[in-house]
């Protein structure tokens, strides 16, 4: 498994963006694919999950109702939607996959990453 991560930019607030997370090694399979985002001074905290067949998904209380995950239809991307933006989402996203649980929060139990793409939403 081998993760890119596209897409971030700019936006104002109230705006749209998606990211994507390509994966140029074998197929993401029942791995659980995650975004997690990190801004600067802060932890890296979970923001979204989707199951290895696409069918669950999982959010941070924190971006339910604005952002959404999800598997093109041969799970070898997976994309994040992300609405009605605020300041506070200003971070550089993270994408990971492991065969992990999916409400698992915690960024160590991913064992493959790509690396951060920037967000920055401006007021």
């Known amino acids: 498994v081998q993760l890119q991560a596209s897409g971030g930019g700019a936006a104002q607030t109230g705006g749209s963006l998606r990211l994507s997370c390509a994966n140029s090694g074998r197929a993401f399979g029942q791995y659980t694919v995650a975004w997690f985002r990190q801004a600067p001074g802060k932890e890296r905290e979970f923001v979204a999950a989707?199951?290895?067949?696409?069918?669950?998904?999982y959010y941070a209380d924190s971006v339910k109702g604005r952002f959404t995950i999800f598997r093109d239809g041969a799970k070898k991307t997976v994309s994040l939607q992300m609405n009605n933006l605020k300041p506070e989402d200003t971070s550089v996203y993270y994408c990971?996959?492991?065969?992990?649980?999916?409400?698992?929060?915690?960024?160590?139990?991913?064992?493959?990453w790509g690396q951060g793409t920037q967000v920055t939403v401006s007021s």
């Open positions: 990971a996959a492991g065969n992990v649980i999916l409400s698992s929060l915690r960024s160590s139990n991913y064992a493959h």
């Open positions: 989707v199951r290895g067949n696409g069918g669950q998904t």
